[in-house]
C-alpha cells in the first residue's frame, strides 16, 4: 500500500467533529486562565491549556458513541503490526494522524520546560492522552488503546525534537 499524506487529513477530517467558535472561546477562555494561575511562561501554558482542551473536545466531547464492540485495546504496537503486516493498511492513517496530533504539545512543554526535559515532555503528553483514552472508554466514544498512548508521546517528542533543533540553529545551542 501506498502512503498518501492526503489519507491522513482525510482521516482527521471524518474522525473528529468541527470545533464551533464557540468551543474554542471556551479553550481559549480555560487557557487564560491556566496561564494567569501559573504566571510563569504564560504564553506557552496559554498555549498548551488550550490546545490541550481541543484535543479533549475533537477526540472525546464531540465525537460520537464508539461503534466497536470492545471498546479497549491494551496490546502495545497492535495497530503497528497490523499496518506492517497489511492485515489492516489503512491504519497508518490513524497512526500518523495521532502522532502528528501531539507534535504542538511537545513545541509547547519545550516552551514551559526549557532545555533537557524530555522526560517532562513525554510525561505531560503520557497524563494527557491518558486522560483521553480513559475518558474515551468510560464514555464509550472511540476505543482506548495503548497505541494511541505510544503514538502521542512520539509526537510529544518530534514537536520537542523540532524545538531544540530550532533552538540549536537559531541560537548555536550546542
Not at 502495545?76 to 506492517?84: C, D, E, K, L
Not at 483514552?133 to 497505541?147: K, M, P
Amino acid at each position: 500500500m501506498t502512503f498518501h499524506f492526503s489519507g491522513v487529513i482525510r482521516y482527521i477530517s471524518h474522525s473528529m467533529r468541527p470545533i464551533t467558535w464557540e468551543w474554542l472561546l471556551i479553550a481559549i477562555l480555560l487557557g487564560a486562565v491556566a496561564a494567569a494561575v501559573v504566571r510563569r511562561k504564560a504564553g506557552w501554558v496559554f498555549l498548551l491549556s488550550t490546545y490541550a482542551f481541543l484535543l479533549l473536545l475533537s477526540t472525546v466531547i464531540l465525537r460520537g458513541d464508539s461503534r466497536e464492540p470492545v471498546p479497549l485495546i491494551l496490546e502495545p504496537f497492535w495497530s503497528y503490526r497490523a499496518w506492517i503486516t497489511g492485515a489492516r493498511p489503512s491504519l497508518i492513517y490513524e497512526v500518523v494522524a495521532n502522532i502528528i496530533m501531539t507534535v504542538p504539545v511537545g513545541l509547547c512543554i519545550s516552551g514551559i520546560a526549557g532545555r533537557r526535559k524530555l522526560l517532562w515532555a513525554a510525561g505531560v503528553t503520557v497524563g494527557l492522552e491518558m486522560i483521553i483514552e480513559v475518558s474515551q472508554l468510560i464514555l464509550h466514544r472511540g476505543l482506548c488503546e495503548i497505541d494511541d498512548v505510544i503514538s502521542g508521546v512520539l509526537g510529544a517528542l518530534i514537536g520537542y525534537g523540532i524545538w531544540r533543533l530550532g533552538a540549536m540553529v537559531l541560537q548555536g545551542d550546542r
